[in-house]
């Protein structure tokens, strides 16, 4: 049973490009969460998806961010216009149920905009 | 708003030497508690978790981790590191939904 899998592993954009991080989730998770871990801080939650829908996406910025989890294919974190501020690691996990104590990580996606 | 705080932001040891790494968490009730270790370029490896019941907790790689309620805290410990220990280590709490709060991690650095 494949981990959840994210790519790239990392991504260089210039500014005002756009950015798309992917994550599939472990087989039989259908619940996925992204995280943002900027540099010297811990991870802090972005959004939380089933498929097809967005649950909880309180912590994603109001602007450029998106994210989607459709019926076929991996989560989707799209990041339009980048700045060096969105410059950060972006991990996404995967759960076989909506509370957060069975949580598996990715091993991320470093972002890196110049 | 519940917080996670390691007051530690890096420590060195001694290889066979013991560690204990500090978490405290601002929060009226009891809430799901864990530690996770992020080896360079890596992603969040699952150390251990408190949900309940016995408070010293005993987790991957010869870690374990005592909840004391009084103090708030969820310390994690290990008797003797190894060099493979050199790492990250965040502390998190879940509290009534699935969202994690981390706490801004603690470096460990392991000298021969």
């Known amino acids: 049973n494949a981990g959840v899998m994210q790519n790239p592993r990392h991504l260089v954009r210039r500014r005002g490009q756009e950015a798309r991080l992917r994550c599939s989730p472990m087989k039989g998770h259908s619940h996925v969460y992204w995280y943002r871990q900027l540099p010297e801080e811990g991870l802090k939650f972005m959004v939380y998806?089933?498929?097809?829908?967005?649950?909880?996406e309180s912590g994603m910025p109001k602007e450029r961010f998106s994210a989607e989890f459709p019926k076929e294919g991996p989560s989707i974190l799209r990041i339009q216009q980048v700045v060096r501020g969105d410059s950060a690691a972006y991990f996404c996990a995967s759960s076989p149920t909506a509370t957060g104590e069975k949580l598996f990580f990715g091993s991320g996606t470093q972002l890196s905009v110049l | 708003a519940q917080s996670v705080t390691q007051p530690d932001i890096h420590i060195t040891v001694s290889e066979g030497a013991s560690l204990e790494l500090r978490c405290n968490y601002s929060y009226g009730a009891t809430p799901y508690l864990f530690w996770y270790v992020q080896s360079p370029g890596q992603g969040l490896q699952l150390l251990l978790k408190?949900?309940?019941?016995?408070?010293l907790v005993q987790g991957i790689k010869g870690f374990e981790a005592e909840f004391k309620r009084s103090q708030s805290s969820f310390n994690l410990r290990k008797p003797s590191v190894h060099w493979s220990d050199a790492a990250e280590y965040f502390c998190?709490?879940?509290?009534?939904?699935?969202?994690?709060?981390f706490g801004a991690g603690t470096t460990v650095t392991v000298r021969a």
């Open positions: 998190a709490v879940v509290l009534n939904d699935y969202k994690l709060s």
């Open positions: 998806l089933q498929k097809e829908n967005i649950i909880d």
């Open positions: 408190y949900f309940s019941g016995d408070t």
